[in-house]
């Protein structure tokens, strides 16, 4: 049974940074590409960015084009999600989500797309 567990949310000030884990169990990690999406409250889930299977290739959602980076260790089983400069509306549940990809581009993902969900992790950004 794969697992995506997420960790490090909390409450950050404008400005600042967090860093989010997502750690993966019951899969071959490195067939998956690694997908983060976020909701805010009274919105739809949305894709943030996504980071190949062997961590060479990552794209992300114009609103968090240079501030936020995707990092992944295949030795560890564990992406990340580096945020910083982080704004007000940044504030969401994040998960982490898996997409079996040997072999094929990454892509601005859909929801409805992804093979396994993480159950969220909640940051906060205060102004």
């Known amino acids: 049974q794969a697992q995506l567990v997420e960790s490090g949310g909390g409450l950050a000030q404008a400005g600042g940074s967090l860093r989010l884990s997502c750690a993966a169990s019951?899969?071959?990690?490195?067939?998956?590409?690694m997908v983060w999406f976020r909701q805010a409250p009274g919105k739809e889930r949305e894709f943030v960015g996504a980071?190949?299977?062997?961590?060479?290739?990552?794209r992300y959602a114009e609103f968090v084009k240079g501030r936020f980076t995707i990092p992944r260790d295949n030795v560890e089983n564990t992406v990340y999600l580096q945020m910083n400069s982080l704004k007000p509306e940044d504030t969401a549940v994040y998960y982490c989500?898996?997409?079996?990809?040997?072999?094929?581009?990454?892509?601005?993902?859909?929801?409805?797309?992804?093979?396994?969900w993480g159950k969220g992790t909640l940051v906060t950004v205060s102004s």
């Open positions: 980071v190949n299977s062997n961590g060479g290739v990552t």
């Open positions: 019951g899969l071959i990690f490195s067939y998956y590409a």
């Open positions: 989500a898996a997409k079996i990809a040997v072999g094929a581009p990454i892509r601005d993902y859909a929801a409805g797309d992804m093979d396994y």
